[in-house]
């Protein structure tokens, strides 16, 4: 990556500028936070999920964003359809395993949507260890749908998740990676408070729809994301009492992040 300090303003700055719609397949704890976040940084959210409107829906949209937090079986064909046809309108997408390694029915929905040709995927340590190293359910170490397990240690795995997919793999946790199998980017930006709010990786996913929608570089428009996000949530925790005053602060912090604050925050390697 090249100018890496700048890059996150001319991303969020390009957002602003299209107001990129996103269509967002995510769960239920995550639309609210989610919609207001994308809002807030200046993107046009729309949460779309019934199998009558998902291909429909994506003739008008910019990006789409698959998520499998509160998973049901009436999703999973409605998602896949809606994968395969970003694809034939080349439109980026960008799944988030939630839980994958906890049943096996997340197992196998996620390698199903993995394989559709995603442009980005995003998960914990322990969900990219388990889509990516082949674990079966169980055996990469969770705790639900938390990770226990250090973004670092599944970098292998985000390797080989992207030369398999020919996505771009991001790894969340104290650190954020990200990898195109080739290029390995860290993202250093975040606070523990963000820990301790619902559904902000979630609310990620999302943004990194709208940034994809507007860079093309996908593994750079990845990293911007983790980036805008992660100083956003340490404005936040500077003056936020608890997490609920951390979440309202942080839908704050995104709208009003500039290019000064970006310039001198981003820590992007």
Not at 21 to 39: I, K
Not at 52 to 65: G, I, N, P, Y
Not at 66 to 79: F, H, R
Request: net charge negative; charged share 15%.
């Amino acid at each position: 990556m090249t100018n890496e300090t700048a890059g996150p303003w001319r991303t969020l700055s390009a957002l602003r500028d299209r107001v990129p719609l996103v269509h967002n397949m995510t769960n239920f704890v995550a639309m609210d936070l989610a919609a207001n976040l994308l809002l807030a940084a200046g993107a046009s959210p729309a949460m779309v999920h019934a199998a009558e409107e998902v291909e429909d829906f994506l003739d008008q949209a910019d990006a789409l964003t698959i998520n499998i937090g509160t998973l049901s079986a009436g999703w999973v064909e409605p998602m896949a359809s809606a994968a395969r046809k970003a694809v034939e309108l080349g439109l980026p997408w960008i799944l988030d395993p939630v839980g994958v390694g906890a049943t096996p029915f997340r197992g196998e929905t996620a390698q199903r949507l993995a394989h559709l040709q995603p442009s980005v995927i995003r998960g914990n340590g322990s969900e990219i260890l388990c889509l990516g190293g082949g674990q079966a359910s169980g055996e990469a170490t969770t705790h639900g749908v938390d990770s226990t397990v250090e973004s670092a240690e599944a970098l292998d795995a985000a390797h080989d998740l992207a030369k398999a997919t020919g996505a771009i793999v991001a790894v969340t946790g104290a650190i954020d990676y990200v990898t195109d199998g080739e290029r390995i980017v860290a993202v250093a930006n975040g606070h523990p408070m963000m820990t301790r709010v619902t559904a902000l990786g979630c609310a990620l996913t999302c943004l990194m729809g709208a940034c994809c929608a507007v860079n093309e570089d996908y593994l750079e428009a990845t990293a911007h994301a983790l980036a805008i996000l992660g100083l956003a949530g340490e404005l936040a925790a500077a003056e936020a009492t608890g997490p609920a005053s951390f979440r309202v602060r942080l839908i704050d912090a995104i709208y009003n992040l500039d290019e000064a604050t970006l310039l001198d925050g981003a820590r992007i390697q």
